[in-house]
Structure formats: C-alpha cells, structure tokens
C-alpha cells in the first residue's frame, strides 16, 4: 500500500476532485445486509479522500480510517464531517498497539493495494465473531466513444498490458469472489452489481484519467506525452458525456 500513497498523495486534492462518490443504492444494501449498528465504529482500509467515508458517516455511522497518504487523510478529514478518526498508516503496518475488533472492516477500491499475503489476516484480526469484511470497487465500464478507446489503448501500451475495456466484468468479479473464499478466513453472504453512470465534461473527463494509477506511475516523460495526446482526443468529443460505472460488493462473513 506505500505504492499507493506515494502515487496518490502526490495531488490528493486533484484525486478528490476526479474520483467518483459511491451510490447511496450500494451504501443501503451495506448497512442492511450487515446491520452495522451507530454504536460500532468502521475500520476503514485506504480511505483515501473520503469518497465512500462520507457516505456512511451521513447514515449516522462512525469511521477509524486507516490512510497512507498524509495529504489524502488532509484532505478526508476536511471532507468529512462525523465522528471520524484518522491513522496515517498502511493496514499492513498498523500497529497492534491501535489495532482493535470492529463489526465491519471495510475497503472501498482499495483492498486490491494492500500486500494478499496479510489482508485477509488482518481483516480477520480486526473484526469481531459475527463481523464483516466489506470490499467495494468503483470500475469506469468500457466505453464505446472512440476518443475514450484510442487513449486508454495509448496508456495501457506503456504498460505493455490489455485496455479496460478488453477485461470483462465476469472476469473480475469471479477473481475477487474465488480470492476471498480461498483465504478461508470468511463466508461470502451477499455481493452486488450495481451500474450506474457520471455526467462528465471534457476537462473532468481529462482530471479523472490524469488520476489513474496507472498513469501516474509513469515516467514524467511519458506522462507529458500521454496527457498532451489524452487531451487531444478528449477536446474532440462533444460535451456532455456520459461515463458508465459499476460498483462491484461483497460482504463476507468472518469464520
């Protein structure tokens, strides 16, 4: 997870305002299924900003944070109004002097940082008997604007890997359902797949894909190059523009 703080923390306040909320549709079926009550207190694991945060400190619910980045826990706690409180640590350095049991441990785009061989451990040490590991993922869906195409195939290829796009959605969501039952450690209870959609203009469009870890894990050489080239393409299509989104859950109960 200190990839992941280096990368983002370097304009937390550029992540903020590119990255996406969560829909209250998914925040709903989280309180339900696993009836946190306002008494339990949420560890969160790279909480980043406060994107998925705010949502459930709004239902009444409190938050410990665990975030890396000193500038995106900055900036989550200037987001965030409720009983949150902040560690500016990784989940795998936590100390075992502040780690305590909660009724949910949860993660929203973010578990996929932390080190597999100790987050399943870990989340499993954090919860109580009856707890649960919720893990949500934000996913932009593939798009069928040609721009959009053209510069996701320019910036994948500095990474000699598949656009987005050629990934499905199945795929995904079995990878992260089999992960979590071959840690043994918990029971999937409930997963969702909830597809909404953002309304963007050139210029979000442009902040939300400069805010991509894999672009910013770049060279500032070839970061210069794909922003002018992104830019471009992104200036020739006609606002508004609709970006499809699905938000991926699980919640999993601990063993």
Not at 188 to 209: A, C, H, M, P, R
Not at 234 to 242: G, R
Request: proline share 3%; with cysteine.
């Amino acid at each position: 997870m200190k990839m992941l703080a280096h990368l983002f923390n370097q304009d937390a306040k550029a992540y903020h305002e590119a990255r996406p909320s969560y829909p209250d549709e998914v925040i709903e079926w989280v309180v339900t299924v696993t009836e946190v009550k306002n008494e339990d207190t949420i560890i969160e694991v790279g909480a980043g900003t406060g994107k998925a945060t705010k949502k459930f400190l709004e239902r009444g619910l409190k938050i410990h944070a665990i975030e890396p980045g000193s500038e995106m826990a900055k900036h989550l706690l200037l987001f965030c109004k409720g009983n949150i409180s902040v560690d500016v640590t990784t989940f795998e350095d936590w100390s075992s002097d502040d780690l305590f049991q909660s009724a949910m441990v949860l993660s929203a785009t973010a578990f996929h940082w932390v080190d597999p061989a100790i987050r399943y451990k870990k989340a499993h040490l954090c919860l109580k008997g009856d707890g649960h590991l919720v893990l949500l993922w934000n996913m932009a869906l593939p798009t069928s604007i040609k721009e959009e195409k053209e510069a996701f195939e320019y910036l994948f290829s500095f990474h000699n890997k598949k656009s987005n796009g050629e990934y499905s959605v199945e795929e995904v969501f079995l990878d992260r359902y089999n992960e979590i039952l071959a840690s043994n450690l918990f029971e999937i209870v409930d997963t969702i797949q909830y597809e909404w959609s953002v309304k963007n203009t050139q210029e979000s469009l442009i902040k939300g894909f400069l805010s991509q870890s894999s672009y910013l894990s770049l060279s500032k050489t070839d970061q210069l190059n794909v922003k002018n080239k992104i830019t471009s393409l992104y200036h020739q299509i006609e606002e508004p523009i609709l970006t499809p989104f699905l938000t991926m859950g699980f919640i999993a109960k601990k063993k």
